[in-house]
């Protein structure tokens, strides 16, 4: 799993909770610092909801991948109204949590949006998958996947 979200809680669309040790296994982790009320933000998040849906919802098998939403936003209604109408099917640090602000610390965000590809353990693959995601598309991930250094099934 990602030993970042160890000992948290994630939620999932449906704002259920779900456990990060068994979401996140083996899989490259995109961890999505964004804001409803953030114009760029409102523009990224719908194309990585497309990227995202191409490669783990119709994806055969499904992609090693998984996006985890930090929010920027001013409450948690914001958040979840951000979340449930503009964001793909992916998981969110519930915005109560204040290990929010220790993340934006650990991966030096500054600004939103900003998309921080991840390994296993934390450590970045890169801090601008939102321009590799832009520029190259669905090509990006294999090289994401390959830097992660995970069991692969993923054939792209």
């Known amino acids: 799993m990602v030993e ?7 939620l999932n669309k449906d704002g259920n909770f779900v456990d ?4 996140l296994k083996n899989k490259v982790v995109g ?23 191409e490669l783990v919802e119709e ?12 929010s920027s ?10 979340f449930h109408d503009m964001h793909g099917d992916w ?12 993340l934006k610390k650990r991966y030096n965000i500054t600004a939103v949006p900003r998309l921080v590809i991840v390994k296993e353990n934390g450590q970045v693959i890169t801090d601008k998958g939102r321009k590799q995601i832009r520029d ?6 294999q090289s994401w996947l390959d830097a992660a250094e995970i069991f692969q099934n993923f054939k792209g």
């Open 136 to 141: 190259r598309g669905l090509a990006c991930f």
């Open 31 to 53: 961890i999505y610092f964004s804001a409803g009320w953030c114009p760029p933000c409102r523009d990224f998040t719908p194309v990585l909801g497309d990227f995202y849906a």
């Open 4 to 10: 970042v979200f160890a000992g948290r809680i994630l």
């Open 59 to 70: 994806g055969e098998p499904p992609a090693q991948f998984e996006v985890v939403f930090v």
């Open 91 to 102: 998981l969110a640090l519930p915005w109560t949590d204040d290990y929010r602000i220790e």
């Open 20 to 23: 990060p040790e068994e979401a």
């Open 73 to 82: 936003d001013k409450s948690t209604e914001d958040m979840v109204e951000y």
